[in-house]
């Protein structure tokens, strides 16, 4: 018997539906799960069908519940050097043109809270649960959880949850910011990949431009920020879906926007 895949890709329209497929793990993170799914945001990229992606976990459980703790055992240093210098799951989502969605569907912990927090946009699930619990481990969090949580949520509120370790539900993540909606299990990826539809059917050039230019604030002092959203409004107007959307608002009818 062959094993079964451990992301599973289906598309939904113009939305790629990706599933973290360790149900029995809680879908925690490991090296076979990492490298399959660094594949498919490769291919995700390059296919012009897939306009938005969704990310969401398998069983009723768990999203991602953090990192596969039995690869620490026994992992040196250098091993560790190792492992971080490959290409990370949290850049490729970052990176890519395509805007991402999170569909937390329940336990959200650790590297599957990092995760979460390299996509654009989060919706939970109303039992999802939150949290950074690695100083539980003696270790801090390691794929972007002390840099992208204080961006999202402020210091103190990050602070508090990188320091004590300690879960918060769906509507305090909501409270605090960290996720944009909080819907009912049964409608989580209905509502996810619904909004990925919406963003699909805006012009593919002008929505990876926004997403570059957005995601530079992060970092980027104001000035060079303000430079680079100049730059990249300039260049929407060499593409075919500026033409397209001008002319579509004055005939007032909706735009056939083709990503070029």
């Known amino acids: 018997m062959t094993e079964p895949e451990v992301v599973l890709v289906e598309q939904r329209g113009r939305v790629a539906l990706v599933t973290m497929n360790r149900p ?21 990229r390059r296919d012009a069908n ?21 690869e620490f055992e ?26 991402v969605i ?16 390299a996509c654009d946009i989060r919706i939970a699930s109303s039992n999802a649960k939150f949290g950074q619990p690695e100083v539980n481990l003696g270790i801090i969090p390691g794929g972007g959880g002390t840099q992208r949580l204080p961006r999202i949520i402020g210091l103190g509120r990050a ?5 004590t370790g300690e879960m918060i539900t769906a509507e305090q993540a909501h409270t605090l910011g ?17 909004l990925g539809e919406l963003i699909a059917s ?37 593409s075919d879906d500026k033409a397209e959307g001008v002319r579509a608002f004055l005939e007032k009818r909706a735009a056939d926007f083709k990503g070029r």
């Open 24 to 44: 029995e793990k809680r879908n925690a993170l490991d090296g076979q799960m990492r490298c399959a799914f660094l594949g498919v945001m490769d291919r995700l």
């Open 50 to 70: 897939v306009r938005a992606i969704v990310i969401t976990g398998a069983g009723d459980k768990a999203f991602v519940a953090g990192a596969d703790i039995g």
């Open 74 to 99: 026994g992992r040196s240093p250098v091993d560790q050097y190792r492992v971080m210098k490959l290409p990370t799951i949290f850049d490729a989502i970052e990176q890519s043109p395509k805007p």
């Open 102 to 117: 999170a569909a937390v569907n329940g336990f959200c912990l650790g590297g599957g809270m990092e995760l979460a927090l």
């Open 159 to 163: 602070l508090r949850l990188i320091l």
């Open 178 to 194: 960290l996720v944009e909606d909080v819907v009912p299990p049964e409608v989580l990826i209905d509502r996810a990949v619904a």
């Open 202 to 238: 805006k012009s593919p050039v002008a929505v990876a431009a926004a997403k570059e230019a957005t995601r530079a604030a992060m970092s980027l002092p104001l000035d060079e920020g303000l430079r680079l959203e100049t730059a990249l409004f300039q260049l929407c107007f060499s």
